[in-house]
T-cell receptor
Framework: DAGVIQSPRHEVTEMGQEVTLRCKPI?????LFWYRQTMMRGLELLIY????????DSGMPEDRFSAKMPNASFSTLKIQPSEPRDSAVYFC??????????????FGPGTRLTVT | AQSVTQLGSHVSVSEGALVLLRCNYS??????LFWYVQYPNQGLQLLLK??????LVKGINGFEAEFKKSETSFHLTKPSAHMSDAAEYFC????????????FGSGTQLTVLP
C-alpha cells in the first residue's frame, strides 16, 4: 500500500520566493495534518483538516503561510514570500478519524526546505 | 488539555543492553498513547499504540510499552538494543475527541554504543 506521498523531497529557494509543498494522504484517510520540524522548536503542528475542511490553523506561524485541501487526495502548503527562518523539514500526516479508530497518524517522508 | 513529557532528551546504551525510554502524560480523560520512531532523514513511523485493550503493548522491532495509570506513564522498552535502534523516539497522546489530534513529546535521541 502506498503511504503518504510528499513532493518535492528537497527544495532550495531564495528569500522572497513562493514555495509550494504537496501532499497525497493515504487513500481512505479523512484527516490530514501539516507539521514543521526544526532543531530549535521540535515538531510543531501547523494546521489540520478533517474531511477536507480546515479545523485548526492556530499553528500557522503567520499570514505568509497558507494551506488548502481541494479534495480528499491532495493538499498543499504554500509559503509566500519565503524567509530563511522558514527553513525546516515539513511533514504531512494522515489518519482515519472515524468510530473505532484511535487517531494514529501516518507520516510522509517530509520535504526539506532551505531558504537562502 | 493534555501533555506529554519525555524524560531525557538523549539516552545512550550499549549494544545488547536494555533500552528504557520514559514518557509521562497528562490527560483529563483516559488517553490513547503512541510511540513513534524517526530514523535520520525519514518521517515518523508508528512503533506501537495503547488503546485500553491491554496495558502491555507490543510493537515492531521488539519494542514494547506498558501503560501504568497510577503513574501516568507509558515507558518504552526493549530487552536488547541493536545498532539499528539508533534513532529519535517520540511519545504522543490523543485527545479522543472527534478531532483526534496528537500531542507529541519533545523526543528522545537514542544512541547505541558498540
Amino acid at each position: 500500500d502506498a503511504g503518504v506521498i510528499q513532493s518535492p523531497r528537497h527544495e532550495v529557494t531564495e528569500m522572497g520566493q513562493e514555495v509550494t509543498l504537496r501532499c497525497k494522504p493515504i487513500s481512505g484517510h479523512n484527516s490530514l495534518f501539516w507539521y514543521r520540524q526544526t532543531m530549535m522548536r521540535g515538531l510543531e503542528l501547523l494546521i489540520y483538516f478533517n474531511n477536507n475542511v480546515p479545523i485548526d490553523d492556530s499553528g500557522m506561524p503567520e499570514d505568509r503561510f497558507s494551506a488548502k485541501m481541494p479534495n480528499a487526495s491532495f493538499s498543499t502548503l504554500k509559503i509566500q514570500p519565503s524567509e530563511p527562518r522558514d527553513s525546516a523539514v515539513y511533514f504531512c500526516a494522515s489518519s482515519l478519524n472515524a468510530g473505532g479508530s484511535y487517531g494514529e497518524q501516518y507520516f510522509g517522508p517530509g520535504t526539506r526546505l532551505t531558504v537562502t | 488539555a493534555q501533555s506529554v513529557t519525555q524524560l531525557g532528551s538523549h539516552v545512550s546504551v550499549s549494544e545488547g543492553a536494555l533500552v528504557l525510554l520514559r514518557c509521562n502524560y497528562s490527560s483529563s480523560v483516559p488517553p490513547y498513547l503512541f510511540w513513534y520512531v524517526q530514523y535520520p532523514n525519514q518521517g515518523l513511523q508508528l512503533l506501537l499504540k495503547y488503546t485500553s485493550a491491554a496495558t502491555l503493548v507490543k510493537g515492531i522491532n521488539g519494542f514494547e510499552a506498558e501503560f501504568k495509570k497510577s503513574e501516568t506513564s507509558f515507558h518504552l522498552t526493549k530487552p536488547s538494543a541493536h545498532m539499528s535502534d539508533a534513532a529519535e523516539y517520540f511519545c504522543a497522546v490523543s485527545d479522543r475527541s472527534s478531532a483526534r489530534q496528537l500531542t507529541f513529546g519533545s523526543g528522545t535521541q537514542l544512541t547505541v554504543l558498540p
